[in-house]
């Protein structure tokens, strides 16, 4: 008995990836330094459902980066193919008190069907300088609705706020 607990704990230690860290200056840029007192707790000012074929994520990769650009926010992204997960998370950030996320992921398990529970969701959060992102929502949505006019759905039903699980 001892010993299969001690070889399954072997193997489940074993298994275990070392993850990938948040990069360099994301906390500092998406969260002002500090997602406790900025985020927890707070609801999206905007909120919009893009569910795109994994075909489409670099157009929508493109497109948000070229509005980091346009709009002087730092652009970070993780998007992963493989076996097990297919996730496309980009966020745009600026420690003025600006992030944008999209997210959508696509989990794999074995022989199994892929697990899709929720739609792609992309998110504005203003946190601070309310008045110099004013604005921005209706820039972002406007871009969306423009390259995805029968796709973008923001009066989807989703309510969401951030919760303490960044680490």
């Not at 927890?40 to 929508?60: F, M, Q, R």
């Not at 008045?131 to 949505?141: G, H, P």
Request: net charge negative; with cysteine.
């Amino acid at each position: 008995m001892r010993v299969s607990i001690l070889i399954s704990l072997l193997i489940l230690l074993c298994s275990c990836g070392e993850g990938r860290k948040t990069p360099e200056g994301y906390i500092e840029e998406c969260y002002g330094g500090d997602f406790s007192r900025n985020m927890i707790g707070k609801t999206p000012n905007y909120s919009a459902v893009l569910d795109l074929e994994t075909s489409k994520w670099e157009e929508l990769r493109n497109t948000l980066k070229n509005f980091a650009n346009e709009n002087r926010l730092r652009f970070f992204e993780d998007i992963r193919q493989n076996d097990s997960l297919n996730m496309f998370n980009v966020s745009l950030c600026s420690k003025d008190g600006l992030w944008i996320n999209a997210d959508k992921r696509i989990w794999t398990v074995g022989d199994s069907p892929e697990h899709i529970p929720m739609p792609s969701m992309i998110r504005v959060q203003v946190y601070k300088n309310t008045e110099k992102w004013a604005s921005i929502s209706d820039s972002l949505n406007s871009i969306l609705a423009k390259n995805w006019p029968n796709d973008l759905n923001t009066e989807h039903g989703y309510t969401s706020s951030y919760k303490n699980s960044l680490y």
